[in-house]
Nanobody, 117 residues
Framework: QVQLVESGGGLVQSGGSLRLSCAAS????????MGWYRQAPGKQREQVAS???????NYSDSVKGRFTISRDNAKSTVYLQMNNLKPEDTAVYYC???????????WGQGTQVTVSS
């Protein structure tokens, strides 16, 4: 069984920072590609950042330069460092895992991030 547990969400003021964590279990973490997604009210879920093939990273244009994704294979944990947060970053953030070469994704339960003006 795959289990992904996000943490670190909360309320932060505009311009502030927050770090999200996603602890994975039930998988061989090192062979999984990891990603962060978010879904704001009334909007589609969108990919925010991903880290694949061990170290290659990708970011959506809206967060590039502000967010950083990283992973610690020894801890089976992926992080999302969010700096210079904006109200439009407000959303539920989800951690996702996909085994390299596979289609199926696993999802965490999500953690709420709210950025006040």
């Amino acid at each position: 069984q795959v289990q992904l547990v996000e943490s670190g969400g909360g309320l932060v003021q505009s311009g502030g920072s927050l770090r999200l964590s996603c602890a994975a279990s039930g998988i061989i973490f090192s062979i999984y590609d990891m990603g962060w997604y978010r879904q704001a009210p009334g909007k589609q879920r969108e990919q925010v950042a991903s880290i694949i093939r061990g170290s290659m990273t990708n970011y959506s244009d809206s967060v590039k330069g502000r967010f950083t994704i990283s992973r610690d294979n020894a801890k089976s944990t992926v992080y999302l460092q969010m700096n210079n947060l904006k109200p439009e970053d407000t959303a539920v953030y989800y951690c996702s895992a996909r085994q390299s070469g596979m289609i199926k994704r696993s999802w965490g339960q999500g953690t709420q991030v709210t950025v006040s003006s």
